[in-house]
């Protein structure tokens, strides 16, 4: 079992920065891709990015590619999601997921919301113009 919790959320203006951070327990997150999703009202839960088990592949949706990173510190097992140059257009309630299978998957998966196992309670995110 694997409990998550995001926070660093919060309102900022157009062109700002924010880190969220999703800390995991109950089991540690070095073993486990992890993922981050938002969604936006009225809109389907999205893909953001996702990092494998080391930490040594990353994986971005084009609309955030150059401006968010994701990261990942085991020791403290914890997940990062440095998001730059926010726009209007990343509103949205951000959520950090865990794929506990025990190896690493083939980098398109990690884009569906369908292979994590576990979800955090999400994070909103606004940006204001």
């Known amino acids: 079992q694997v409990q998550l919790v995001e926070s660093g959320g919060g309102l900022v203006q157009a062109g700002d920065s924010l880190r969220l951070s999703c800390a995991a327990s109950?089991?540690?997150?070095?073993?486990?891709?992890m993922g981050w999703f938002r969604q936006a009202p009225g809109k389907a839960r999205a893909f953001v990015a996702a990092?494998?088990?080391?930490?040594?592949?990353?994986y971005y949706a084009d609309s955030v590619k150059g401006r968010f990173t994701i990261s990942r510190d085991n020791a403290k097992n914890t997940v990062y999601l440095q998001m730059n140059n926010l726009k209007p257009e990343d509103t949205a309630v951000y959520y950090c997921?865990?794929?506990?299978?025990?190896?690493?998957?083939?980098?398109?998966?990690?884009?569906?919301?369908?292979?994590?196992?576990?979800w955090g309670q999400g994070t909103q995110v606004t940006v204001s113009s």
């Open positions: 997921a865990a794929d506990s299978a025990p190896l690493d998957r083939s980098g398109s998966s990690y884009y569906s919301a369908g292979v994590y196992d576990y």
């Open positions: 109950g089991r540690t997150v070095s073993r486990a891709a």
């Open positions: 990092i494998n088990r080391s930490g040594g592949s990353t």
